[in-house]
């Protein structure tokens, strides 16, 4: 039986020499975490299953600094690397393979050209293209949308670009359905209502898009302690969680987190 | 002296180059079926279908073949371990390298397809391939195909995805993995470090 999987998520900042690793609140404020490869590194050490790296910069001229990042990582961290931010053709997407990347994540890009997600999968397979969703409540119901039942009352979700600075009107569990038969193998899915709050995943958002879908969902947004972790593994079909912040300020190392899992009775890789 | 990475052109080679460098093996990427002389193992990668990974490396095969048989250390990985097979329901018509008897087949409906993420290894035959490798001990999977040899005594490890799984073979001087142990943590050093100290028995 496949393990569900705990990954680190570095949000980069490539606009400095060599690239640092910075946290965002609620999509806004900015704390500094530390240097990517070196984080990644630990990460690695302490048995993380894949590792994130998002450019949140996103910029053409930074994308040989994220290059060289993923190239510096992959000499010693031998688990599979995501990459994104910013990546808009095959032609980047090849250059991060190149440089030791196993999967693009995409997402501003691919709402914009739905198409590229093809164009990455029929080049390199299914798994190696992560949908990267960020998708908002919206309580006001409108004809069309897929209402999901909330403690806070239905709603549906709206899907966000340019790093949650504007929204697109398009529904994310329609989005997520439609992106896994253009060939997406894995949503990465962020709840902005959650993202940097510290109150836990979105569960009803992460159930509504793991029960559509028959790739892996990877939960994210709003983690605060292993025990998000574990409500967001107990009560949906994630395969994955990720979390930022508990892991690049030192409350939480991924081993404990692992162990906290384990001996409530998730299967992880220990 | 080296082992080699041989290149056919199916993807990036980074991975497996880096994980072999960093236990040891002195890695070289060879490109022509000479660059596999005078080596000290071979490493066969693979990413993509049957059909073109066979189109791709049929030049080699014949020197693959020959030093197979020679007794040189060989590691084959997912799609490298799939080709060592007769032929694949992925590629109808497409003719394996049929090292080993019996053919490549899909996973089953119902599971999750490719089977994607890290899994655990039920040992079958404790290979000096898999020293330090414990029953339970995951790796990391990326595949929809998988092979199923005639004879089961070459199936060193299994994997559960709706079905048993095989995971690793091992024939003679050929062991090859489904799973990719240049992704799969400490563990997956652990079997390229097993490889690399049997080039130099």
């Not at chain 1, 975490?33 to 984080?39: D, F, N, R, S, Y």
């Not at chain 2, 290979?127 to 029953?135: A, C, P, R």
């Amino acid at each position: 039986m496949l393990a569900r999987r705990i990954i680190p998520c570095l949000d980069c900042d490539l606009g400095v020499p060599g690239g640092r690793v910075v946290k965002g609140i609620e999509f806004k404020q900015i704390r500094y975490a530390g240097v990517p490869w070196e984080l990644a590194g630990k990460y690695y050490e302490d048995g993380a299953d894949e590792i994130v790296f998002l450019d949140i910069t996103a910029s053409h001229e930074r994308r040989e600094t994220m290059t060289s990042v993923i190239k510096k990582t992959s000499l010693s961290v031998f688990v599979p690397l995501a990459v994104g931010g910013g990546i808009s053709s095959v032609d980047q997407a090849r250059e991060v393979f190149n440089a030791g990347g196993d999967k693009i994540t995409v997402n501003t890009s691919a709402l914009k050209r739905p198409e590229l997600i093809s164009e990455i999968a029929d080049r390199y397979g299914n798994q190696a293209v992560v949908l990267a969703i960020d998708a908002k409540r919206r309580y006001t119901l409108e004809e069309g949308r897929q209402i999901v039942q909330t403690e806070e009352g239905p709603c549906w979700f709206e899907c966000s670009f340019y790093g949650g600075r504007q929204f697109t009107g398009i529904d994310a569990l329609a989005w997520a359905s439609r992106a896994v038969s253009l060939g997406a193998g894995e949503i990465l899915l962020t709840s902005m209502d959650r993202d940097g709050t510290y109150d836990g995943f979105d569960i009803p958002l992460t159930d509504a898009v793991a029960k559509r879908v028959k790739v892996p969902v990877i939960a994210s947004g709003g983690c605060a302690s292993p025990d998000h972790m574990l409500e967001v593994f107990q009560k949906t079909d994630a395969s994955a969680a990720l979390a930022a912040s508990i892991f690049h300020f030192g409350e939480w190392n991924v081993r404990d987190v692992k162990t906290y899992l384990k001996e409530r009775g998730v299967n992880v890789r220990i | 002296m080296a082992i080699v990475i041989v290149d056919y052109g199916m993807g990036n080679l980074f991975s497996i180059y880096n994980a072999l460098d960093y236990v040891g093996g002195n890695p070289q990427i060879v490109r022509d079926p000479e660059g596999l002389d005078g080596a000290d193992g071979i490493v066969v990668p693979g990413v993509g279908a049957f059909g073109s990974c066979m189109n791709q490396l049929s030049r080699f095969e014949d020197s693959l073949l020959r030093h197979f048989q020679e007794g040189m250390p060989m590691l084959g990985i997912c799609v490298g371990m799939q080709v060592l097979f007769e032929e694949s329901e992925e590629s109808p018509g497409a003719v394996g390298l049929g090292w080993i008897g019996g053919k490549v087949v899909r996973l089953p409906d119902g599971v999750m397809i490719p089977q994607m993420g890290w899994n655990g290894l039920s040992i079958r035959r404790p290979v000096e391939m898999l020293d330090g490798i414990s029953d339970g001990d995951m790796f990391y999977f990326v595949h929809s195909y998988y092979g199923l040899p005639r004879d089961e005594s070459v199936i060193a490890a299994t994997t559960h995805h709706g079905v048993d799984v095989t995971a690793a073979v091992c024939k003679d001087n050929l062991f090859a993995t489904q799973f990719h142990p240049e992704k799969s943590g400490p563990k997956g050093l652990r079997i390229l470090e097993n490889f690399v100290r049997s080039t130099r028995c």
